[in-house]
């Protein structure tokens, strides 16, 4: 072997390492959720009752409501609504509607806002001369205004359940530390299309094994940023130091501060707030892309300050694979582009042994997902159905790869930058639906070459992973096409139809406590 076939060989093992590493972690978070799901449910559950039963409601806190808003016609009136109809003692709940809007969102807001005020309701509509800090600096500009001693905050397309405050407020009082509880997010749209219904089966399994894996295990785990409750106190304190915009994912910044300033964040399955899921591949990839940066951004600002606080070597580990996970994109790209490479090499006979250890951890590892998105839709639905999807969230996460390992890679460079909000469809009264990126055309000549790699491997068999391109072309063949202004996609559910939403005690998930 040559110099230059030694390092190809080397960055592609470099590679492989780093996706079996992040797929054993997976295993590892299914067995931490494993053990502690059915009694932590039953915990929270014990809390909440306690709480109601103990408390007059004279002695529950004020709660603020804080709905951030950019152009969202299609789902302004819905959440605000909603917010609206949520359960709690009377003058102790204020909604406050952060409306940033450039288009006919204002009307409607305004329109809305009228409406529940007439009605008794304490809504109020803030408003910014522009758009500093976006999303947080929003939240952080109107927190002077709160009246609240709690702030729950939800995005446009969530939908809470009337009973969200009384059942999660209880889970922040009762424990002096707790920072937020995160709930679960439940899916309105989730049978649009295959690409909704393989997306319900990855934020289940995010949702389930590795927020409760984390959570339940003395983990950091991260604010979603929507469909959680924060205690004002925790995000004013001056060792957190608030909202801040230098990073795209504000929720997880503001989340890694505040566990790093000896807050506690509890996560609560058993409460779930439905939301909308992108029905498009461009959407998907513009949420995807702002998640991607995000995280690395609060990976490179964060990771120092945890590696030198006073927490334990397995917190600082488990940290550090959350934070810089949406590099497995920048390790799959490489392998799919080094494969056909490492074929014709094939430095496999060198290996002896060691190359059956390598491919079985390869398998083991690849199963990781896929077992954790299983098991969490068990738990949460008690059926397995849906789990014959995970073919196509393979194809997708692979598929994907070249978009959002580009965002990660950005986001070890560069600080903040404009946040693009997913376009949420609602009841359609505006199109807000996006057409793809110049970056199909390159996706789609990786499904070529990917193609040729996997021709080239079932002519040879000389390697043990060529097998693994058949995935690769697969996936940046439908993600390039679905990406692409030959397929521009419109759903065909008529105008005026509203989403049907789960009954509010469908969401309240007791059942499952006991599932195994």
């Given amino acids: 072997m040559t110099i230059v076939e030694y390092a190809v060989v080397g960055l592609y093992f470099l590679a492989a390492a780093f996706l079996i590493f992040y797929g054993l972690n997976m295993h590892l978070l299914t067995w931490l959720f494993a053990r502690r799901h059915r009694d932590r449910g039953r915990l929270?559950?014990?809390?909440?009752e306690w709480y109601?039963?103990?408390?007059?409601?004279?002695?529950w806190p004020t709660v603020t409501t804080q709905l951030p808003f950019y152009n969202e016609a299609n789902v302004a009136r819905r959440v605000i609504e909603a917010a609206a109809r949520m359960d709690y003692p009377e003058g102790k709940h204020e909604i406050q509607v952060l409306d940033d809007s450039t288009d006919d969102t204002c009307t409607i807001v305004d329109?809305?806002?009228?409406?529940?005020?007439?009605?008794?309701?304490?809504?109020?509509?803030f408003r910014r001369e522009d758009r500093v800090g976006y999303k947080a600096g929003a939240l952080d500009a109107a927190l002077e205004e709160a009246r609240g001693d709690l702030i729950a905050i939800f995005d446009a397309d969530f939908v809470p359940p009337r009973d969200f405050l009384g059942r999660s407020v209880p889970l922040l009082m009762d424990e002096p530390q707790n920072a937020c509880v995160q709930t679960r997010w439940a899916h309105t749209n989730q049978d649009m299309n295959w690409l909704t219904r393989a997306q319900s089966l990855a934020i289940d399994g995010h949702f389930a094994v590795e927020q409760g894996g984390r959570s339940w295990n003395n983990l950091f785990m991260n604010f979603n940023g929507?469909?959680?409750?924060?205690?004002?106190?925790?995000?004013e304190d001056e060792q957190v130091g608030g909202w801040t915009s230098d990073t795209l994912t504000e929720d997880l910044d503001l989340s890694y501060r505040a566990q790093l300033a000896g807050w506690n964040i509890e996560y609560c399955m058993n409460i779930a707030c439905p939301a909308e899921l992108p029905e498009t591949v461009p959407a998907l990839k513009l949420q995807q892309h702002r998640w991607s940066k995000g995280t690395l951004q609060c990976a490179r600002k964060l990771l120092p300050r945890i590696w030198r606080s006073n927490i334990g070597l397995g917190q600082k580990m488990a940290a550090t694979a959350h934070l810089t996970?949406?590099?497995?994109?920048?390790a799959m790209t490489v392998i799919g582009l080094l494969c056909l490479p490492?074929?014709?090499?094939?430095?496999?006979?060198?290996?002896?042994?060691?190359?059956?250890?390598?491919?079985?951890?390869?398998?083991?590892?690849?199963?990781?997902?896929?077992?954790?998105?299983?098991?969490?839709?068990?738990?949460?639905n008690g059926s397995w159905r849906g789990i014959g999807l995970s073919p196509f969230l393979m194809i997708i996460g692979v598929g994907m790869c070249l978009h959002t390992g580009l965002a990660a890679l950005a986001g070890l460079?560069?600080?903040?930058?404009?946040?693009?909000?997913?376009?949420k469809d609602g009841i359609r009264k505006r199109s807000y639906t996006l057409r793809g990126s110049p970056l199909w055309i390159v996706e789609w000549c990786a499904a070529i070459y990917c193609g040729y790699s996997f021709y080239y491997f079932m002519n040879t068999r000389d390697s043990i992973v060529g097998g693994f391109l058949l995935i690769f072309a697969l996936g940046f063949a439908v993600i390039g096409w679905q990406s692409s202004p030959f397929a521009f996609e419109?759903?065909?559910?008529?105008?005026?139809?509203?989403?049907?939403?789960?009954?509010?005690?469908?969401l309240w998930a007791t059942p499952g406590l006991g599932r195994e």
């Fill in 44 to 48: 929270q559950l014990s809390r909440i």
């Fill in 111 to 125: 329109e809305t806002v009228a409406e529940l005020r007439a009605q008794g309701h304490d809504v109020t509509v």
């Fill in 490 to 506: 419109r759903s065909s559910k008529p105008i005026d139809e509203a989403v049907e939403l789960p009954r509010d005690d469908e």
């Fill in 342 to 380: 490492v074929c014709i090499i094939n430095p496999w006979p060198m290996l002896g042994w060691a190359m059956y250890v390598f491919a079985t951890l390869m398998w083991i590892s690849l199963f990781g997902p896929p077992l954790a998105h299983a098991y969490s839709r068990r738990v949460i």
């Fill in 413 to 423: 460079v560069q600080n903040g930058g404009e946040f693009k909000r997913t376009p």
């Fill in 226 to 235: 929507t469909a959680g409750i924060w205690r004002r106190a925790a995000i």
């Fill in 52 to 59: 109601q039963a103990e408390r007059p409601e004279e002695a």
């Fill in 325 to 330: 996970g949406y590099l497995i994109s920048v």
